[in-house]
């Protein structure tokens, strides 16, 4: 009579795919190579910060990615598009954090936490870490490749990166619990994302002066964060060239722009919400990605702005245009600011490149 169930042991394979799917299930979260490997070794027996609520202070290079513009597109697109382009998205994503041995902390909505070093350290955290980043751009830019072509929105990415000192363990309940780190490294990795522009990597200067050998990064640029009394360096990572690895963000850049005089009304944003007072504002030059603005009043650099102008060759309206400030710089007695776009609208989008082609062919 043939068995009922089969008490062999499983191929290690086999038991760490279930042993993945288990903690996705119960904790929404899945561990690096190098991790789960350690866990299996355990046979059951958790590390003390990961188990019975003990806390430990240790060094991790924490990772946050964050879509930008995801918002704007879901007031456009059908719920069922929105869905399948975030799980595809994140689905790619986890795949090249897994890959590098990094720990993924939590989906947030369209943003994603990862950590390196927690719950298990080694010596090349940091450089996984921005390895991991670099390669996650690259991955954005083959899904948005193959978004173009089956007529779907493109989606873009910001990354921040920060090392430091965090206290981890396991945080909450009888009722329900999760292992996470927490601190001020974790808040301020948080704050260097939010600067972060699309298709960019942003790392703390720490996080730098740890990997300046792997990494080709831009001079140090200063931001002023909240919580921070001090203003924040942050770099721009570019490359890895030892690896051959290049952040695509790098071709957003090389984009044809042209010389206009369009009038333009902005109105800021705050906490993602649009504010009624609107901003005069002329539009001097623009591309694909960003365009240059003229006005009266300065504009806080890497703040969020919503845009509406009119392409009079085109007879076309934009009113769905997003964009953070680069920089904002006196001229005269006028400002110059130079924005980048965060979020348009597919069709203002496909609008806004012909009138860009149109202006470069006169």
């Known amino acids: 009579m043939p068995e009922t169930n089969d008490l062999r042991p499983l191929p290690a394979d086999a038991l760490s795919a279930r042993l993945q799917a288990f903690l996705r299930r119960e904790t929404g979260r899945t561990l690096g190579r190098e991790a789960l490997d350690e866990l299996l070794a355990l046979t059951g027996h958790l590390s003390a910060d990961a188990g019975d609520g003990h806390m430990v202070e240790r060094e991790v290079t924490v990772l946050l990615a964050d879509l930008r513009g995801f918002t704007a597109l879901t007031a456009t697109q059908p719920a069922g598009v929105i869905i399948a382009l975030l799980n595809r998205c994140l689905a790619v994503l986890?795949?090249?954090i897994l890959r590098h041995g990094g720990t993924i902390d939590k989906f947030m909505g369209d943003a994603v936490m990862v950590l390196f070093g927690a719950p298990h350290s080694q010596a090349d955290d940091v450089d996984r870490a921005l390895i991991c980043?670099?390669?996650?751009?690259?991955?954005?830019?083959r899904l948005n490749r193959d978004d173009r072509q089956d007529g779907l929105p493109e989606l873009y990415m910001g990354i921040g990166i920060?090392?430091?000192r965090v206290i981890a363990g396991r945080f909450g309940s009888a009722a329900y619990s999760q292992y996470t780190v927490i601190g001020d490294e974790v808040n301020l990795a948080s704050r260097i994302e939010s600067f972060s522009l699309r298709g960019q990597v942003l790392v703390s200067e720490h996080t730098y002066q740890r990997c300046a050998a792997l990494v080709e990064a831009s001079g140090p640029m200063e931001v002023q964060v909240k919580g921070k009394s001090e203003p924040v360096t942050v770099r721009e990572v570019v490359a890895i060239p030892s690896l051959g690895l290049r952040v695509p963000r790098a071709e957003v850049r090389r984009s044809h722009r042209v010389e206009v005089r369009l009038p333009c009304v902005l109105h800021r944003l705050q906490d993602k919400v649009v504010l009624p007072q609107p901003i005069a504002a002329t539009?001097?030059?623009?591309?694909?990605h960003g365009l240059q603005l003229e006005l009266d009043e300065a504009?806080?650099?890497?703040?969020e702005l919503k845009l509406q102008f009119g392409l009079q060759l085109l007879d076309f309206q934009a009113v769905d245009v997003y964009a953070k400030v680069v920089k904002c710089r006196p001229h005269g007695a006028q400002w110059r600011?130079?924005?980048?776009f965060t979020a348009l609208g597919a069709e203002t989008s496909a609008r806004l490149q012909t009138f860009v082609q149109l202006l470069v062919g006169r």
Do not use: C, K, R
């Not at 980043?133 to 830019?141: F, I, P, R, S, T």
């Not at 504009?299 to 703040?303: A, E, I, N, V, Y």
């Open 337 to 340: 600011a130079g924005l980048e």
């Open 133 to 141: 980043a670099v390669e996650m751009q690259q991955a954005m830019a």
């Open 162 to 164: 920060n090392t430091g």
């Open 94 to 96: 986890s795949e090249v």
């Open 283 to 288: 539009i001097l030059d623009v591309g694909y």
């Open 299 to 303: 504009l806080t650099p890497f703040s």
